[in-house]
């Protein structure tokens, strides 16, 4: 994969409460870490719901990759499929794999799932009030894993051994818990402070933010 | 792993509800599947919030795979790690088997999201009047995820060409897909029945309902 021909589609812009949450910034960290060189395909806004993308990516989301020119899905697929390629990112010891493949579905099919409820309870759904009541419920299901990862990574700085594609899965869908399930797990927030102060994330949120800011003009004139 | 000492960890009894659709057996399925043999570790209902299985699944659920002594979580992490043994789960070709390996991922991180937030409404939520208000919003949801997956797999008997564990996720997914909405879609209805019919599915059902069956007096007295 390294001197493939690789592509990131992004999106041009999008609205401030996802700027810097886009999934494209997990394959983007992963690329960096992995110090492979790749071309990202900005896509305006609405084109990934029209038939060109949907035949890549059937949900009509971003991001997909593009690898020789066949292309591929779903950022947790694209990220375990740069790790295969990266020793930056997977450790070659069998069972340290098995942990790091576990951890990458924990974070985005055990940890996220509560997390991405409580956020479609707050930005998607329109009967507010109701929203409103199921919250407690929702933000103590969300309460519940956080208090099982906190007790997994103990003190160690990685989910496993040394940072790993894991850590990137974890940091991303960690970092869009709301600030006060945060910031009351200090030893969460300093893991999640570890891997977002790491020069390869910040180059890929730069990277994911430059569109936005250049096309604010366009997009939020019409708003 | 196919000459491997394999253990999938299961529960004796779980709620009527759950029955038939607790997480091994998805791994099950894939094992049976790929024809490796395995040995199943029933825990007493309870004893996955213990510290010796929280050693082993930090999030204090089922299932884990034990390979040699060594062991690994997240249905989804087992199913990939049997599939890359197993010509019978994978594809050689790259270009499909990073296809299957986006599904499996679509499958956990797109389709089942919505689907899990619906169950959590109808099964968990304590405020009934605030979660049935928000059914149909949550529902609709749901539907838009499904007919982008009907509309991607088209008329084929598969999502990704042969059958593969990009079906055994999906399957296992939309299965759990409440009866109104499966029903009205007859080519995702039909997707299901055809997998839910393979041998190695039954096999894989009949073994995770057996001991349920067996201590049901044990559980049901008690409630």
Chains 1, 2 share one sequence.
Not at 79 to 87: F, H, L, M
Not at 96 to 120: C, H, K, Y
Not at 140 to 152: D, I, P, Q, S, W
Not at 172 to 185: F, G, I, K, S, Y
């Amino acid at each position: 994969m390294k001197d493939s021909n690789l592509t990131v589609t992004a999106y041009d812009w999008v609205p401030h409460f996802a700027q810097g949450h886009v999934r494209d910034l997990r394959v983007r960290w992963a690329l960096e870490e992995a110090g492979f060189s790749y071309n990202v395909e900005v896509m305006p806004q609405g084109t990934q719901k029209k038939p060109p993308h949907l035949k890549r990516q059937p949900f009509g989301q971003i991001p997909t990759l593009e690898i020789d020119g066949r292309s591929m899905f779903e950022s947790g697929a694209i990220v375990w499929r740069i790790a295969e390629a990266s020793s930056a990112l997977l450790p070659g010891d069998g069972a340290a794999r098995d942990q790091v493949l576990s951890w990458v579905f924990a974070g985005l099919n055990t940890i996220e799932p509560p997390i991405a409820m409580l956020a479609t309870l707050e930005l998607f759904v329109t009967d507010k009030d109701a929203a409103a009541r199921l919250r407690p419920e929702i933000a103590a299901m969300v309460a519940g894993v956080l208090n099982r990862f906190v007790a997994a990574l103990a003190d160690a700085p990685h989910i496993v051994g040394d940072f790993s594609v894991a850590d990137i899965v974890l940091t991303t869908v960690l970092r869009d818990v709301p600030a006060d399930l945060l910031n009351e797990r200090p030893s969460l927030h300093a893991y999640v402070e570890r891997h977002t102060s790491r020069p390869a994330f910040k180059t890929a949120l730069a990277g994911q933010m430059k569109p936005f800011v250049e096309n604010a003009a366009k997009y939020e004139d019409a708003t």
